[in-house]
């Protein structure tokens, strides 16, 4: 028996002991995504695999792929084979995380000579070989080294042969290992800080505290979708897609307490790395759902146990392998825009408009910062605007549904011999509307040196911008060229030629709400700040006289 | 305590003196004795306030400006003015291409979850953000030299603007400030009244976004931080005072007012840094290790984790959050800084019913002008003084000694017309619910703030000081699921207190690159010679020949990191072998902190602090009392319970009474002159030896505290 209180302070306890986990890793990491974006999750899993909690840091795909992959881990590992200062590996894109890049680690916490749960960890590690992070790859065997569910650490010894071969097949070899270094130590402290706890309360098991959280976490979630009308909410949303476009097509079922999702209808798989593993697919959409109608409920296996999802098999959002999938996350991105506009049916004023996305570039360059030859590879990720809301304007340079932190340009330029030159909010690029979309970013980019830079372009929303909702307009889409004035395609790798520079601009939110109802003071506002041009602002807003 | 003597034989009187959002307080320790004085916060000249309070502390003590050995001051004003947005008008220059850099932020959504978020404003708008054309690169190198036909355009709009600060804010000048000095040589030349803050100066290190906001927030406090320190100092000294004015720092320290004035940034956080330095003497004069304290005045409550006596501290913060308990919400600030969650809930915050019929609390403050309705002073919504004035927790003819007799009328009137009539409530149910949700609120920012620190709060002791502490401690003790609470003497002033605590200490941190493997001493010695001597001529101008100790850390991490550890070094000089001593130090400590090192990774120093001050005082000792015993109440007055919503006659006992020693049964108010400690049923106190009241769960309580079991069936 425990009191119900003792319970809820041992829950919120859980989760931060798992942001501390997130902490340790991010202070330790190597890379700049890791270190400086957060490109993680973190969580802590029961002994059937089960997500009890997870950092509050983290980023949507990653937090609800792991969810769903610590189980796989028991087939090579059962739990009653696990011993303390083991950690498990693996970076297989359909039962894990959707690409080669990021890998899963899970590492068993002891209480006394005890097993009690499981630490996990999926992280983005910026290069494992292949072609690298990009959409060029035709299947799964150009795009880097696959590590199937294996051993990373036996008993605190670190499994030197696997961490060899990852580091002889990576460009960025320092950050892989520290990377991965940085994860197992806090999968460490998450296992000592749960001991603590655990001798705080008096407890030697998680067993009353995980059914606690799991059956609040399950009926709070169940209310919340018995709120929604009953009944299939249909979307279909058009994107840019590589060789054509995509059509995402979603039926979304209400019925019983419990949300499903099919993407019948969805254009069939790319030949280039776009496509999308169905667990990725869940994992942003369900994300979406989540945020609006219980954004409240801490995040586990409960909470995503009342979503499913189903799509045609070799569709771009289920292929089979051994499709190429590296740039899984543009699509995916995409996602909760989709089954909002089926959420938007059912519970109206309650979501957003499209939003205009993250861009990441990965650059990569053969010319280290003092002019000596070194191979060197830097992903950067940058915002785009938020769709807007029904009671406000979206957030500007923020992205939806990615919620990683951008790299500084100070951190950029001290770890790439690139130089960032501008990187500014984009005038005009916010949906007009009641509520005004976010506005995107420009970003120039060019090499230190006089180097020719090879860059991979995985940009969405170049022929289809984020669309409003409710009678807002469209945001601007985004555009892709050299600052001499070159237009660059929007997908695959390009050469940034020597002295030249990238001009990138990211795509604004979608507005919300008819643009006749927006308030003249919030018009002349952007105006005067430059957001909006005074000749856009009269185009689009009848009552603004300037 | 022990009476302390200067070098002469003469008795050293020492001064506190700390401005908040409602009273300017202040606190005189002389020969063993204390006294403290409260006025009004004057916040038009907050210096007439401060002067007001410190004659009056000075008359009360029979002495004179003259035989103060050391006045500390501390102030919120600066913090006010950010989360107010009340500072100066305001420009910043910036590199062509990233005026937008301190709107843009972090582009993360703090809330994963909130698709309705919203994130801060940043403090100069887009129209004022003048960007002009010059580029450094890594390690300052110069990719494109500044363009002063830029600068002067520039200079121009700052004229015709009217601007009355700026902020220079350029890429990678952690590394190199030449341009930012530039740039502050021609504003100088052509608009010398113009107050310049460089963010290579301000806060010299990476990371452009929280770098930029440092020096935006200081611009925008400098013109009026500077201008009332200066007329203070000038105030004082045209009073007698002879002794050093120091001023207290966010960290903790002490420094003098030229620098005060040109980084008044770093004050931000003084008056409740005092604070956590008083709770933390409190602790170990009675003799507590672990302990929260709960700082509450006017306009915020600050709540602070102390472990064996240190108050956390952390080296950014965030001012103005606009979602309270939200890390990422409001605008980050890199300096040394106690380490607190602040919430805007205190005596003077106006309670209302939200839109979805609930009763709410601040964030907006009457503050002391126009104050709360019972002040009759113009308020016209209710806030929490109110709130316990109608039930009866404060007594209105004793309010700050029965210098401000209180309208208890007009308060429920006021209350019953804003919150009651909206709820269906009397003027008592209506005062109760505000003073459950104030308590509410405070008790979820303490649990916050000890999870985010990873700490455990039950088996502490809650520390009360601040006006209305006391009012609120022991409901807040309650909801946090703790059993004890420690209101001291010097309550109603407890950061004028902590100010007396505080060593008198100076931090300068400076970047420069090394790498461990080659590394230069000499440009080393160099610069920690010419850190220790800047840090030292601060400190000698106030630390009365006391002996100072240097203590140096170096800012360190693997080459390809981020985040760096910090390590202290030795304090002589340095030689090339010194390199692998760091590494060792540093190797010790990550492996402390991450259990494994990274084998083969050159190991880089980023900054290196040096950090001067004396010693910090020693805690007062107590003897035991002589002999326990039960205090009578002196009256007995109707007060309207929150927790049970039942009137119950309390025991009043008037504190300056009760000796050491003294058992007070609740139900009980205890009250002082500047603030009442509420007992209420179920809880008992006692008079600790030094003073303080030690307030505990009856027994009986502890047993029969309900909660809902969770069976596991």
């Not at chain 1, 976010?438 to 020719?452: K, N």
């Not at chain 2, 990774?601 to 015993?629: F, H, K, M, N, R």
């Not at chain 2, 205090?631 to 927790?643: H, T």
């Amino acid at each position: 028996m425990r009191s119900a209180i003792d319970l809820q302070i041992m829950w919120n306890r859980l989760i931060a002991v798992c942001e501390e986990q997130a902490q340790v890793m991010i202070r330790a990491a190597f890379s700049p995504p890791v270190r400086e974006s957060g490109d993680i999750s973190a969580g802590l899993f029961d002994l059937k695999g089960r997500m009890l909690a997870q950092a509050v840091t983290g980023t949507p795909g990653h937090i609800n792929s792991m969810a769903q992959a610590v189980v796989h881990f028991f087939e090579e590992f059962p739990v009653d084979s696990m011993r303390p200062g083991d950690a498990y590996v693996t970076n297989d894109p359909w039962l894990a995380s959707g690409h080669l890049n990021d890998v899963t680690i899970v590492t068993p916490a002891f209480y006394g000579d005890k097993i009690v749960g499981l630490f996990a960890a999926t992280v983005h590690l910026v290069d494992l070989g292949g072609r690298g992070m990009g959409p060029d790859g035709k299947d799964i065997f150009e795009e880097g080294v696959a590590i199937p569910h294996m051993h990373l650490a036996r008993e605190g010894v670190i499994n030197r042969d696997l961490m060899r071969l990852l580091c002889a097949n990576s460009r960025e070899p320092l950050q892989t290992e520290g990377d991965i270094l940085a994860i197992i130590a806090a999968g460490d402290e998450g296992a000592a800080r749960l001991v603590e706890m655990l001798e705080e309360f008096g407890e030697d098991n998680l067993d009353v505290l995980g059914k606690y959280i799991l059956e609040t976490s399950l009926a709070a979630t169940e209310e919340a979708i018995r709120k929604l009308p009953e009944g299939i909410y249909r979307n279909k949303m058009s994107i840019d897609g590589y060789e054509k476009p995509v059509d995402l097509v979603v039926a979304m079922e209400v019925r019983d307490g419990r949300i499903s999702l099919d993407f019948e209808g969805t254009t069939e798989k790319s030949e280039f790395g776009i496509n999308v593993p169905i667990i990725y697919t869940g994992a942003y959409s369900f994300y979406g759902i989540k945020c609006v109608i219980a954004p409240e409920v801490p995040s586990n296996h409960a909470t995503l146990s009342l979503f499913s999802v189903k799509a045609p098999k070799n569709s771009i959002v289920n292929p089979l392998r051994p499709a190429p999938v590296s740039a899984r996350h543009i699509i995916g991105h995409a996602l909760p825009d989709a089954v909002m506009g089926c959420l938007e049916q059912a519970l109206p004023g309650m979501t957003l408009a499209e939003s205009g996305m993250m861009w990441n570039p990965y650059i990569r360059g053969t010319i280290g910062f003092e002019g000596e030859d070194r191979y060197w590879e830097f992903f950067s990720l940058i915002a785009g605007g938020m769709g807007a809301r029904s009671t406000k304007d979206g957030l500007n340079a923020t992205a939806f549904p990615a919620a990683l932190k951008g790299i500084p340009v100070e951190a950029i330029e001290n770890t790439a011999p690139l130089v960032v030159w501008r990187k500014e909010l984009r005038p005009d690029s916010g949906g007009v509307g009641k509520y005004r979309g976010g506005a995107g970013q420009t970003v120039e980019i060019g090499a230190l040196h006089e180097t020719e830079l090879t860059f991979k372009a995985m940009f969405e929303r170049i022929d289809n911008p984020a669309k409003g909702r409710a009678g807002g307009s469209a945001g601007a889409p985004g555009t892709v060229r050299l600052a001499s004035g070159k237009k660059l395609n929007g997908k695959g790798q390009q050469v940034i030629p020597k002295g030249e520079r990238l001009v990138i601009e990211i795509p604004g939110g979608g507005g919300y709400g008819d643009p006749a109802e927006r308030d003249v003071e919030a018009i002349a506002q952007d105006v005067s700040s430059g957001l909006v041009s005074d000749e856009a602002a009269r185009s689009a807003y009848p009552q603004y006289q300037g | 305590m022990t009476e302390g003597k200067n070098a002469s034989g003469k008795r050293i009187a020492r001064l506190g003196v700390d401005i908040g959002g409602t009273f300017t307080d202040a606190a005189l320790e002389v020969g063993g004795s204390r006294y403290t004085a409260k006025a009004l916060t004057t916040h038009q000249a907050p210096d007439d306030g401060v002067i007001e309070a410190i004659e009056s502390v000075l008359r009360d003590a029979a002495i004179g400006f003259e035989d103060l050995d050391l006045v500390v001051h501390g102030t919120t004003l600066a913090t006010n003015s950010l989360i107010e947005r009340k500072g100066a008008k305001t420009a910043m220059i910036t590199t062509a291409g990233f005026r937008d850099t301190i709107e843009i932020g972090v582009e993360y959504r703090f809330d994963l979850f909130d698709l309705f978020l919203e994130l801060p404003k940043p403090l100069v708008d887009r129209e004022l953000r003048l960007p002009v054309r010059e580029r450094l690169g890594v390690g300052g190198r110069t990719l494109q030299p500044l363009n002063e036909e830029d600068v002067a355009a520039v200079i121009e709009r700052l004229r015709t603007e009217k601007v009355e600060s700026v902020a220079v804010c350029f890429l990678h000048s952690y590394a190199s400030g030449v341009h930012e000095k530039r740039v502050r040589d021609l504003i100088k030349a052509a608009l010398p009244d113009i107050s310049v803050s460089l963010s290579s100066e301000v806060a010299p290190e990476m990371r452009e976004y929280e770098r930029f906001c440092t020096a935006v927030a200081n611009a925008y406090v400098q013109p009026k931080m500077a201008s009332y320190l200066f007329r203070l100092e000038q105030r004082l000294k045209e009073r007698g005072l002879r002794s050093s004015l120091l001023m207290m720092l966010s960290g903790g320290g002490l420094t003098d007012v030229a620098t005060a004035a040109a980084f008044p940034i770093r004050l931000v956080e003084s008056g409740p840094a005092g604070g956590a330095l008083f709770a933390a003497s409190v602790a170990a004069e009675n003799g507590f290790d672990d302990v929260i304290s709960f700082d509450m005045g006017g306009t915020t409550a600050k709540i602070c984790l102390i472990d064996d006596g240190r108050p956390q501290t952390s080296r950014t913060f965030e001012v103005a959050r606009i979602y309270r308990f939200k890390k990422g919400s409001g605008t980050p600030i890199k300096i040394p800084v106690i380490d607190m969650v602040e919430i805007g809930a205190g005596g003077g915050s106006i309670a209302h019913v939200d839109s979805l019929g609930r009763v709410a609390i601040g964030p907006q403050s009457a503050g002391s002008e126009p104050g709360p309705v019972a002040f009759s002073r113009g308020g016209t919504e209710p806030t929490v003084t109110d709130a316990n004035l109608i039930l009866s927790r404060i007594n209105p003819a004793g309010f700050a000694g029965g210098r401000f007799p209180l309208d208890k009328d007009a308060s429920s009137t006021t209350m019953l017309r804003t919150v009651g009539e909206k709820l269906g409530l009397d003027a008592s149910y209506s005062a109760a619910a505000v003073a459950e949700m104030v308590e509410e609120n405070m008790a979820a920012a303490a649990r916050v703030h000890a999870i985010e620190s990873g700490k455990e709060i039950r088996n502490r002791v809650l520390i009360a000081f601040g006006g209305g502490a006391p009012l609120h401690v022991a409901g807040v003790m309650q909801k946090l699921g703790m059993k004890r609470f420690v209101v001291p003497r010097g309550a109603g002033v407890g950061s004028a207190v902590g100010f007396l605590r505080a060593p008198v200490s100076y931090e300068v941190v400076r970047s420069l690159h090394q790498k461990l493997s080659r590394i230069n001493a000499t440009e080393v010695n160099a610069l920690l010679q010419e850190m220790s001597a800047s840090a030292r001529a601060i400190v000698e101008k106030a630390a009365n020949d006391e002996p100072l100790q240097e203590i140096r850390m170096a800012s360190m991490r693997y080459v390809g990191q981020g985040h760096e550890i910090t390590v202290s070094i030795p304090s002589g000089r340095f030689t090339e072998a010194e390199g692998l001593n760091l590494r060792k130090a540093f190797e010790t400590r990550y492996r402390e902190i991450y259990r494994r090192n990274v084998s083969g990774a050159d190991i880089e120093v980023l900054t290196w602090s040096v950090l001067i001050t004396t010693a910090v005082p020693p805690a007062a000792q107590y003897t035991a009392p002589s002999g326990d015993y039960v205090a009578e109440p002196s009256s007995y007055r109707e007060v309207f319970e929150s927790k049970t919503a039942k009137i119950a006659s309390y025991g009043i006992h008037w504190r300056p009474d009760l000796k050491p020693g003294a058992r007070i049964e609740g139900p009980a108010v205890i009250e002082e002159e500047e603030t009442s400690t509420v007992i209420p049923t179920g809880m008992s106190a006692t008079i600790l030896p030094s003073g303080a009241i030690l307030g505990e769960l009856n027994q009986s309580e502890k047993a029969s505290v309900r909660v809902k079991e969770y069976a596991d069936a």
